[in-house]
């Protein structure tokens, strides 16, 4: 499932870049356990603001006086659950990235990829629901582009409940999974990630509840002949010399 180097065959360098604290857990929580327990790094951007769920008050209103801190505070948590490096937050404004220049954007994210330089990439899906997340997906395709100096061999999307599967496009946006990570060994890792997004989730049937997304890991797994999954899109993959995949 990742990929291997030979100035460095222990480590690969991963990078997820999510819109919202919670995605990374949701779309791919149990691969980056698993990165991490093969020996990768694996660090982790959030583009925008967090607390979509949290800021939504009684009346269904959105509440500015969410506390951002406690947000990056479960962030920085959860992925101390997960063994990944602690994330990085852009601080683009929530669920209004389609009012900022896409190319403001794309220079913060290049500035971390400049950075962190990463070989393994992943992302959201680019049919999703929320606008956070296709806008992020654009963002980081175009600081991705395989430019004679960029060494990216992998591009993977996820998928996020109540975003992904509440698209509902009939067109080749659809998520069409081509990729399985087997989590079996880190579901439970997963949960506990969760755990720290405590305001972020629901309770079942939302498809953000624990229920729904070990639901989703059984759908996923069955559907590789495992009992417990993650699925991916390939959006790119390149076998540049000296790089080539690593089972792990
Ligand atoms: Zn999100």
Redesign the pocket.
């Known amino acids: 499932m990742d990929l291997d180097r030979t100035d460095n065959p222990q480590s690969q360098t991963v990078l997820v870049v ?3 604290p ?2 990374e857990a ?1 779309g791919c929580g149990g691969t980056i356990a698993r990165h991490v327990e093969c020996g990768d790094i694996v660090h982790i951007v959030f583009v ?1 603001e ?1 607390g ?1 769920a949290a800021r939504m008050n009684a009346l269904n209103e959105f509440d500015k006086e969410i506390d951002q801190p406690n947000i990056q505070h479960a962030a920085t948590e959860a992925a101390g659950t997960l063994g990944a490096e602690p994330p990085k937050f852009l601080g683009f404004p929530d669920n209004r990235l389609d009012g900022v220049d896409l190319l403001d954007i794309v220079q913060s994210v290049e500035a971390i990829f400049k950075d962190i330089k990463p070989s393994i990439v992943y992302t ?1 899906h680019r049919g ?1 629901l ?1 606008i ?2 296709r806008r992020t997906h654009e963002a980081v395709l175009t600081a991705c582009r395989p430019l004679p100096d960029v060494r990216i061999a992998a591009i993977y999307g996820f998928e ?1 409940l109540s ?1 992904t599967e509440w698209s509902l496009r009939g067109d080749s946006g659809q998520f069409a999974p081509n990729k399985f990570v087997d989590i079996t060994s880190q579901l439970d890792k997963k949960i506990s990630c969760l755990e720290c997004y405590n305001s972020e989730m629901r309770p079942f049937p939302h498809p953000r509840s624990r229920e729904a997304v070990q639901a989703l890991a059984t759908v996923r797994g069955t559907t590789a002949g495992l009992v417990a999954a993650e699925a991916f899109s390939v959006i790119r993959e390149i076998n540049y010399p000296g790089i080539w995949l690593k089972r792990c």
């Open positions: 999510a819109a919202h919670d995605d949701l925008a967090g979509n959201h999703d929320n956070d997340h996020v975003s």
